[in-house]
């Protein structure tokens, strides 16, 4: 929570500043108020949690009580939270709650789409790096709540071994060995692939996970042949809600979809103060 605590203080400072005028000049006293949190459509909820906590940094007083759980699907006008609190606290939160509760359930709901439209497969949707910046850890969160699983989550935490790297290593070969040399045997090796020749070397030189990049679907059924069981299979690179099952059907392990977290519409909810 120290994390989500410094992005939602960020956040506070962005918007209020130095105080939030039109507020200041309406409501210049105290007095308790009572706010709904409502699904104008329906959605799949994330990130209710962090919506209170928004307004509890305001005023710990604040009572922010849930309606519904993570991961619960709504209909359209399901009361999501009511809030309770002084008045001019509820104004100057709002904004900042809903952009981010807007935006991660916008992140569950475009999972969950995914998630079901490869049910029946063994192909897991997982995310990637392409992240708002600074809201990374919100944004994953958001995708398991929807249903789909994490990626790395940055350069710290895996090895990929993408097309750049094997440029300056001059080979998948030699980028393998020496990953292999400098990370810890916890760790695993993924290679970026872009054709069935890389493919096999990148089998040969021991990576535990292969990436198929935007190949064709004959391509990754060849590939999975090929790796037999070896390796991991992901499939990245042309995936959308109309391609995910077929890439599905050719037998990958992992479908990685950057749309999830760079391109989510924020889902339509609203805050009415009674």
Known sequence: MI????????????????GDITTKAVV???RPAEAR????????????????????????EVIFKNNYAEGDHLEKGAVMAVINGDAADLLMGERVALNILQRMCGI??????????????????????????????????AVRIGGGHNHRTGLYDGVL????????????????????????????I???TENLMQVDEA????????????????DMR?????????????????????????????GVDIISVGALTHSPRAMDISMLLD
Not at 40 to 56: N, Y
Not at 111 to 140: F, H, Q
């Open 222 to 250: 060849t590939a999975v042949a090929t790796i037999a069981g070896q390796a991991v299979v992901e499939a990245s690179g042309g995936v959308n809600l109309e391609t995910v099952r077929a890439i599905a059907e050719t």
């Open 3 to 18: 994390t989500i605590d410094r992005m939602i203080e960020q956040a506070l400072l962005e918007d209020i500043h130095t």
């Open 108 to 141: 569950a709901t475009l999972t969950s789409r995914y998630v079901a439209a490869v049910e029946g497969t063994n192909a897991r949707i997982v995310d990637t790096r392409k992240t708002t910046p600074g809201l990374r850890e919100i944004e994953k969160y």
């Open 37 to 60: 949190l409502i699904a104008k459509e329906g959605l799949v909820v994330a990130g209710l949690l962090i919506a209170g906590r928004v307004f509890s940094r305001l005023d710990s």
């Open 28 to 30: 210049p006293q105290r």
């Open 161 to 188: 071994i993408k097309e750049n790297h094997i440029a300056a290593a001059g080979g998948i070969s030699e980028a393998v060995r020496r990953a292999r040399a400098y990370i810890p045997h916890t760790l695993k």
């Open 190 to 192: 993924e290679i970026e």
């Open 203 to 218: 089998l040969k030189a021991g990576a535990d996970i292969i990436m198929l990049d935007n190949m064709t679907l004959d």
